[in-house]
C-alpha cells in the first residue's frame, strides 16, 4: 500500500495555536521596544535642541528670539531630526530672556507611549507629563 505523508488537520490546527501564542506574547513586547527607542531617540534630541538654545544665548546674549518654526534657525522641529515619519514635534515654552523649557509631545503611534510629553529646561531639569524620570529619560 503507498501512504501519503503530509499534515493532518489537527498538526496543522496545534501548529497554528502555537504561532498565535508566540505572535500574541512578541508583538506587544516589539511594539513597545520600538517606542522606547523612539522616546530615546526623541530625549538626545532635546538634549541637542537644549545645546542649540545654549549657542543661541551666547550669540545674542538672550534666549528670546530663538525659534522653531520655518525656516528652522537653531533646530528641526521634529523628532528624528534626521527626516523620515515624526513621532514628536518640538517646542520651545516658557521662553524669556533668561529661561526657557523644550517639549517633545508625541504624535501618530507614539501617543500611546506612557511617557506622554518630554521637557527640558535651561538647568537642566527633566520631566515627563506621563511616567517617571528614570523610566522616561533612559
Not at 7 to 24: F, R
Not at 56 to 80: H, K, V
Not at 110 to 120: F, M, N, V
Amino acid at each position: 500500500m503507498n501512504r501519503q505523508q503530509g499534515l493532518t488537520l489537527i498538526e496543522l490546527l496545534i501548529v497554528l495555536v502555537v504561532v498565535s501564542i508566540l505572535v500574541g506574547v512578541a508583538y506587544p513586547s516589539y511594539t513597545k521596544q520600538v517606542r522606547d527607542t523612539r522616546r530615546a531617540d526623541c530625549a538626545g534630541a532635546l538634549m541637542g535642541l537644549s545645546s542649540a538654545m545654549e549657542r543661541w544665548f551666547t550669540q545674542n546674549n538672550t534666549y528670546l528670539g530663538a525659534t522653531l518654526t520655518p525656516p528652522n534657525e537653531i533646530y528641526p522641529d521634529q523628532c528624528p531630526i534626521d527626516g523620515g515619519r515624526a513621532y514628536y514635534n518640538l517646542a520651545i515654552t516658557n521662553l524669556t530672556a533668561t529661561t526657557y523649557t523644550v517639549t517633545a509631545t508625541p504624535i501618530g503611534p507614539q501617543t500611546k507611549d506612557s511617557c506622554a510629553t518630554l521637557s527640558l529646561t535651561q538647568t537642566g531639569v527633566k520631566a515627563a507629563t506621563g511616567g517617571s524620570i528614570d523610566n522616561c529619560w533612559k
